[in-house]
């Protein structure tokens, strides 16, 4: 197979693109071991220990490391990991490596996520911000349900309310539109908030 293009991606690292389209990363070193250059051909043997001895490593060493800081969801992984161009069959390669040890686990992160953030925003904006790390609807409703069983957006509202001591008898206008704003901002919805502050308080 023809090396296309060789495209420097920083001081130290350059991208290989074949004539069929896959490419990948390699330092400047790398690449002047097994003698790339433009229009010159990649074997088959060079190939696979490139991506074998490589590439493979490399992903895996990085997602072991990325979650050695912090839990994160699949999707975040694949992000990062495209992010420093590994190409998808490598990608896949160290997320299967990772889930076979258990290392990354959507469910036990949307759980995690769910109980610490529960006493600091609502149901609706963990579910909202859990989407946006690319976890199931499976795995947040699963995760949802475990924290909050049959408990609702109103009574987690009054909850709030009963913590703040606010009392819809005693409060005037601007303590009502403080305690407005302040669960607007734990992502509760409008109706929601001025039901329980007028009915419920």
Partial sequence: ??????????????????????????????????????????????????????LIKRARKRTMHLLERMDRTENQLRTKLKQGFYPEDVIEDAIGYVKGYHYVDDLRYAQNYVRCHRDSKSRRMIQMQLQGKGVSREYIWQALEEEYGQESEREQILAWVRKKEYSARSADLREKQRMYRFLMRRGFSSNDILYVLEHLT
């Fill in 1 to 54: 197979m023809q090396v296309v293009q060789i495209e420097e991606l920083d001081k130290k690292r350059v991208r290989v693109l074949l004539e069929d389209g896959y490419s990948f990363p390699l330092y400047k070193g790398e690449s002047r071991k097994y003698g790339l250059q433009e229009g010159e051909e990649l074997t088959r043997e060079q190939f696979q220990e490139i991506r074998q001895e490589i």
